[in-house]
């Protein structure tokens, strides 16, 4: 699993719940800018990983389950058609 698997799953749970990631962060509490592709590297060129409380929040908002969630992060490469 990697960073890109991370935040592309988060990008397919948007999309299945009929959302922008945008639309999942704010309907989830958070800053609507939590998800954004600028946010996802430091200035550094760190890779910046999704805090655990996040995902907490957009599971909550959604109902979802964490096996909800992780049937979408598949390894780099292996994407569903």
Do not use: Y
Not at 1 to 8: A, S
Not at 22 to 36: E, I, R
Not at 55 to 64: D, P, R, V
């Amino acid at each position: 699993m990697t960073h890109e698997d991370v935040w592309r799953a988060i990008e397919r749970f948007a999309t299945e719940h009929g959302m922008s990631c945008s639309g999942l962060a704010k309907c989830s509490g958070l800053d609507p800018t939590t998800f954004n592709k600028s946010k996802r590297w430091s200035k550094e060129g760190q890779p910046r990983w999704p805090s655990t409380n996040s995902i907490s929040k957009i599971l909550s908002s959604t109902g979802a389950s964490i096996q909800d969630f992780t049937k979408f992060i598949e390894p780099h490469g292996t994407e569903r058609q």
